[in-house]
């Protein structure tokens, strides 16, 4: 295929894993099954997802061995299972596998609030299963099998979150997994995580959301000169609220103390911003944003622009 998916990279070693169980085949999902079958990470991939639409386009794509709607059937024998679905789907489906689950299997997501999926999984999961909850710093406003690509995580950090007392063979075994799609590996507790998400990416998009649906308001005639002169700023916040309404709903639901947190310290900051532009007070914006400039200028070096 053209995105070299059948492609095993010769450098890589052995697999990983045995058996890997992906539920949910949207962007991430299926950006993580192009990576396991390029980096040779899991000898047999098998998809599960309650679209006939997605279980279709994942035949058609090639994205796995199995393809299953059902996920009590898919997880038998699975040495690991990543759920790759909002978080409000956690709780079902951990009910679902968990009486199907082989001791010591694996149970990992890539979920963006970690504190509630990790308390979810370890609350409705046997105690033989290994949780150890990931988050890929990774994802474009696209969704859907067909958008997926396994260069996704290149270069990308992944948080992992495994609660106290986890086998560290088996936190490792998740790790290495995604060091073969690329990614630098980063380990945290999941308060701290949900915490650091809720200012570098959950406030993101609540502000993004929150001027696109201004600029949704406007009378129809300022609407067309917003949309036919959208500068790269309004795209750019345009492009951020295209991500799914449902993962995103449930991520503010879900880590809404640390949302709250932020976005109060950013009111804050923003009416000193707007105290500085009705006063006139030049000196107050030059230095935020110069201050705030160097900022891109750390994450351009860090080469995570």
């Known amino acids: 295929m053209s995105d070299g998916l059948n492609q095993v990279d010769p450098g890589e070693g052995a697999p990983v894993f045995e058996r890997v169980v992906l539920i949910g085949l949207g962007l991430i999902g299926s950006s993580l ?14 998809a599960v997802d309650t679209s006939l ?6 035949d058609r794509l090639h994205l796995a061995d199995e393809t299953q709607s059902d996920a009590a059937l898919a997880v038998r024998g699975a040495d690991l299972v990543v759920l790759c679905v909002p978080l409000g789907a956690y709780e079902a489906i951990a009910q ?22 990790t308390n979810v999984l370890v609350q409705n999961l046997p105690a033989h299963v290994q949780v150890v909850p990931g ?22 950090w992944c948080i992992l979150t495994p609660p106290d007392g986890t086998d560290e063979a088996a936190v490792e075994r998740v790790a290495e997994m995604w060091r073969r799609c690329g990614s630098m590996i980063e380990r945290m507790d999941a308060p701290h995580h949900d915490k650091v998400l809720a200012i570098t990416s959950h406030l993101p998009h609540l502000i993004a959301y929150t001027i696109v649906g201004t600029a949704a308001d406007l009378a129809e005639d300022a609407k067309a000169e917003v949309i036919k002169f959208s500068a790269s700023g309004f795209r750019d916040f345009t492009r951020i609220a295209a991500s799914d309404p449902t993962m995103w709903r449930d991520v503010f639901l879900n880590n809404r103390e640390a949302t709250l947190e932020m976005l109060q310290r950013f009111t804050e900051d923003l009416t000193a911003l707007q105290k500085a532009i009705r006063r006139g007070d030049g000196e107050t914006l030059h230095r935020m944003f110069t201050r705030t400039r160097g900022i891109r200028r750390s994450i351009i070096d860090a080469r995570q622009a």
């Open 33 to 46: 099954a192009r990576a396991l079958r390029v980096h040779n990470i899991a000898r047999r991939i098998v």
């Open 53 to 58: 639409d997605v279980c279709q386009a994942v």
């Open 96 to 117: 679902q596998i968990g009486p199907h689950l082989a001791p010591g299997a694996i149970v990992s997501d890539v979920g963006s609030v970690k504190e509630v999926a």
């Open 135 to 156: 988050h890929p710093i990774a994802g474009t406003e696209h969704s859907g099998p067909e958008a997926g690509f396994a260069k996704l995580f290149e270069g990308r």
